[in-house]
Nanobody, 119 residues
Framework: QVQLVESGGGLVQAGGSLRLSCAAS????????MGWFRQAPGKERESVAS????????YYANSVKGRATISRDNAKNTVYLQMNSLTPEDTAVYLC????????????WGQGTQVTVSS
């Protein structure tokens, strides 16, 4: 079992930045690829970014490419999402998820942290 707890969300003005954190329980964090997703009201959940177990490979959705940076610290069991140049379209609940090396799907999800960008 892996428990994920996100933090760092809040209210920010357009053009501002936020750094989201996701702390994972357990001692096997490095065996999980990690992802950030978001869901806005009335919209489907969207993949935002993901990072491999070692951190050497990353993926970004086109909607955030160039504005977001995903990173991880395996010693701290934490994955981060730095978001810059925020726009109101980035307003959503941001969730982190973990996918074990032996799995094809994200198995564990956090509760999410709200990000609200005002214009």
């Amino acid at each position: 079992q892996v428990q994920l707890v996100e933090s760092g969300g809040g209210l920010v003005q357009a053009g501002g930045s936020l750094r989201l954190s996701c702390a994972a329980s357990g001692r096997t964090f490095s065996t999980y690829a990690m992802g950030w997703f978001r869901q806005a009201p009335g919209k489907e959940r969207e993949s935002v970014a993901s990072i491999s177990r070692s951190g050497s490979n990353t993926y970004y959705a086109n909607s955030v490419k160039g504005r977001a940076t995903i990173s991880r610290d395996n010693a701290k069991n934490t994955v981060y999402l730095q978001m810059n140049s925020l726009t109101p379209e980035d307003t959503a609940v941001y969730l982190c998820a973990a996918r074990h090396v032996a799995s094809r799907a994200y198995e564990y999800w956090g509760q999410g942290t709200q990000v609200t960008v005002s214009s």
